[in-house]
C-alpha cells in the first residue's frame, strides 16, 4: 500500500516528469499519421497559428517561454493594470453610448437606473444636436453620473454647454468627472479634415486648473481599428496620437504632468479573448514608456469598446455571444470603462431590449461571474504574458516608424497611414473570404429563412477619410443580391445538392455544401431530382471511393437534365466537373460568380 504524503494533492507525485521533447515526439506521430512528416521544433511549428503583425501563438507555452517583469498593480509598467486595487472596489465603469436625436433622456436614465455607470454622449455629426444637451441630462445627477462627450468639430460648444449645465446645477468643480472628448487627429482619421489644436489645449488648461476629475482629450484608436487595422496598428497609432497631444498641450504651457492627465485612451475590445487581454496589457506598458520618457510617469486610462468591425447584420443575435466575450477580455485586461454595443447596433438605433443585454453583460460578468474580484487573472500565464510581449514589440516598431515618418498627422495626411490598414485589411479579407476565420451566422451556419431585424436608421457618422470596414461586408454584399432577387421573383436562387451512396457517406460534405451556397443567399435542395429542384446548377456530394466510380457519369447525367454548372464537393479531377468546393476555397469568389451566372444581379 502506498501511502500519500502529507503536503496535500500530490497525485502525480510517482510519475516522472515530462519533458518538452517527449511532447514534442508524441505530436510527431499525430501529425504523422495525417501524412505530415515533420520533427522537432518543425512539429511544434505546424500547430502554431499564424497572426496579424508577425506574432504567431504556439500550441504549448512552459515557464521557459520569459517575459519581462510584468510588476505589480498599479506601479510601472503598468502591464497588471492601471490601480492597485484593480476593479475589486466595483468593477469597470460601466458606461453606455447614446447617439439617438429622440429620447434621448429617457434612455439616459433607464441606462443609469438599471446598471450604467457613466454617459458616452455623441453629438453633432452622427450623433444629436449640441442643443439638445440640456434635455438629454435632464433628471440626471451630474456629481454622481461621469459624462463623456464625443461631438467632432462641435467639441468646443459641447464642451461649453456640459460646463454651463454644471454651473447651472451647482455642481461643484471638483464634483465633475468625466472627458470632453477633444480628439482632433481622430477626427481627421474619421473625415479627413484637419482642425486646429488651439481650442482643446485651452480646454485642457480650463480643466487642469478648474476640474481635477475632468478630461479635456480622448486619444481614440477606433478609427485605425474600424479601417481594418491590427492590434499592433490600433496600438501604435494611438500612441502617436498621444505623443501629438502631450507635444501640444506642453507646447501651449501645461506641464507635462498636467497634460498625459488631460488623456484618455479608447481602444476595440474583439472576440479574440487573449489578443484583446494582451493588447490592453501592452497598451499600459507602451504609455508608461512614453509618459517615462517624457518624465510624467502615470498609468494609462483605457475606454474599452465592444468592436464595430465583428458586428454582424445576418444573424444579430449572434452579436449577444461575441460582445459577451469581448466584454470579458476587457474586463480581463484590466479596461478602465467598458462600452458594450448593442447587438443590433449595426442595423440602426437599438431598442429597448438591445441596450439592456448591453447593460446587463458588464453587470453578470461583475456581479455574478465576480470577475472583477480578481486583480489581473491573465497574469502569469506563459500564454498571455508572451503574446503582451511580443505584441508590445510589434506596436512600438509600428509608432517608431510613424514617429520616423513626421508622426500621426504627416502618416494620415500622406496616405501611408491609410496604405497600411489597408494592406492588413486586404489580407484579412483573404482569411474571411476562405472562411479561415469563420463568422458564425454569415459565413458559416447561415439562416435564408431567418426574418431579418430592422431598426430605425441611426445618424450618418461622420466620413470622408478611413473607411469603416466589416468582417461580413463581402457576404452581406452576396445576400443582399440574394435578397433583391427573392423580391423581385418570389424564389431564392438554387443549387441542387446531388447526394451519392448511402448518407453515412454524403452527409458530412453535403451539409458543407449546403453551408458554403447558404452563406452566399443561395437555397440548397436535396428532395427530388434535378428538374424539379427548379435549380441550374448542382453539386455532388459523396466519400472519395464513390466518387471514383460514379462522379463522371452523375455529372454527364446532371447535363444531360440541364444542369449548367457542376461542383463536387472535394477534390479531385474528374471529366464533367466544373469547380471543386473544399474547406479553404475561396467561398466569396464561388458564390459571387456562381450568382452571376444564375443572373443574379
Known amino acids: ?90 468593477g469597470w465603469d460601466v458606461r453606455q453610448r447614446h447617439a439617438a436625436p429622440v429620447d434621448t433622456a429617457a434612455a439616459v436614465l433607464a441606462d443609469l437606473e438599471n446598471g450604467g455607470t457613466s454617459l458616452w454622449l455623441v453629438l ?23 459624462v463623456v462627450l464625443d461631438a467632432g468639430r462641435d467639441t468646443e460648444a459641447a464642451a461649453e454647454a456640459l460646463l454651463a449645465l454644471y454651473a447651472e446645477k451647482g455642481v461643484a468643480a471638483e464634483a465633475v468627472r468625466g472627458n470632453l472628448g477633444g480628439d ?104 508608461a514608456r512614453v509618459a517615462e520618457v517624457c518624465g510624467a510617469p502615470g498609468a494609462q486610462v483605457q475606454h474599452v469598446v465592444t468592436s464595430p468591425v465583428m458586428m454582424s447584420r445576418r444573424d444579430p443575435w449572434v452579436n449577444m455571444l461575441r460582445t459577451t466575450v469581448a466584454t470579458l477580455a476587457a474586463g480581463v485586461g484590466g479596461a478602465d470603462s467598458v462600452t458594450v454595443l448593442p447587438f443590433d447596433h449595426a442595423l440602426g438605433l437599438p431598442d429597448v431590449f438591445a441596450r439592456r443585454i448591453a447593460r446587463n453583460t458588464s453587470t453578470i460578468l461583475v456581479e455574478e461571474s465576480h470577475l472583477a474580484r480578481v486583480i489581473d487573472p491573465a497574469g502569469g500565464s506563459w500564454y498571455v504574458e508572451t503574446l503582451t510581449d511580443e505584441l508590445a514589440r510589434s506596436a512600438w516598431e509600428f509608432f517608431r516608424s510613424i514617429e520616423r515618418d513626421g508622426g500621426q498627422a504627416a ?14 485589411w486586404a489580407e ?112 455532388l456530394c459523396a466519400g472519395d471511393g464513390r466518387y471514383a466510380e460514379q462522379a463522371e457519369q452523375t455529372a454527364a447525367s446532371l447535363r444531360a437534365a440541364g444542369a449548367r454548372h457542376v461542383f463536387l464537393a472535394g477534390r479531385g479531377d474528374y471529366a464533367g466537373i466544373d469547380a471543386y468546393v473544399f474547406t479553404g476555397c475561396d467561398a466569396v469568389d464561388i458564390l459571387s460568380s456562381t450568382l452571376d451566372r444564375m443572373g443574379v444581379s
Not at 411 to 424: I, K, N, P, Y
Request: aromatic share 6%.
Open 428 to 539: 484579412r479579407s483573404k482569411r474571411l473570404a476562405r472562411r479561415r476565420e469563420p463568422i458564425t451566422g454569415v459565413s458559416e451556419f447561415p439562416l435564408l429563412a431567418e426574418k431579418p431585424v430592422e431598426r430605425e436608421p441611426a445618424p450618418e457618422p461622420p466620413s470622408g477619410g478611413l473607411p469603416r470596414v466589416r468582417r461580413d461586408e463581402a457576404y452581406e454584399e452576396l445576400r443582399a443580391r440574394s435578397d433583391a432577387h427573392l423580391a423581385a421573383t418570389g424564389a431564392r436562387p438554387r443549387i441542387y445538392l446531388a447526394t451519392l451512396g448511402p448518407a453515412a457517406e454524403y452527409t458530412a460534405r453535403a451539409t458543407f455544401a449546403a453551408n458554403l451556397f447558404q452563406a452566399g443567399g443561395i437555397e440548397p435542395v436535396t428532395e427530388g431530382s434535378f428538374e424539379e429542384s427548379g435549380a441550374t446548377e448542382a453539386v
Open 124 to 146: 453633432g455629426e452622427g450623433g444629436f444636436p449640441v442643443a439638445d444637451l440640456p434635455r438629454a441630462l435632464d433628471g440626471v445627477y451630474l456629481d454622481l453620473a461621469p
Open 411 to 424: 502618416v494620415l495626411r500622406s496616405g501611408r497611414l491609410r496604405t497600411d490598414l489597408a494592406t492588413t
Open 1 to 90: 500500500m502506498t501511502v500519500l504524503p502529507d503536503d496535500g494533492l500530490s497525485l502525480a507525485a510517482e510519475f516522472p516528469d515530462a519533458t518538452h521533447e517527449q511532447w514534442q515526439r508524441l505530436v510527431e506521430g499525430v501529425l504523422r499519421k495525417s501524412g505530415k512528416e515533420v520533427s522537432g521544433t518543425a512539429a511544434e511549428d505546424a500547430l502554431s497559428t499564424t497572426l496579424e503583425d508577425g506574432l504567431r501563438t504556439r500550441p504549448l507555452y512552459t515557464a521557459r517561454d520569459a517575459a519581462p517583469d510584468a510588476g505589480l498593480p498599479g506601479f510601472a509598467p503598468y502591464v497588471r493594470g492601471g490601480r492597485p486595487e484593480g476593479g475589486i472596489a466595483g
Open 184 to 287: 482632433p487627429l481622430g477626427y481627421e482619421a474619421r473625415t479627413g479634415t484637419a482642425l486646429g489644436f488651439a481650442p482643446y489645449a485651452a480646454l485642457a488648461a480650463r480643466c487642469a486648473e478648474r476640474y481635477p476629475g475632468l478630461r479635456a482629450l480622448t486619444v481614440d484608436a477606433l478609427p485605425y481599428h474600424e479601417a481594418g487595422g491590427s492590434a499592433a496598428q490600433e496600438l501604435g497609432a494611438s500612441l502617436a496620437t498621444g505623443v501629438a497631444y502631450l507635444r501640444e498641450l506642453t507646447e501651449a504651457g501645461l506641464g507635462v504632468e498636467q497634460a498625459a492627465a488631460q488623456l484618455e485612451f479608447r481602444y476595440a475590445a474583439t472576440a479574440d479573448q487573449f489578443l484583446t487581454i494582451a493588447k490592453l496589457r501592452a497598451a499600459r506598458r507602451l504609455w
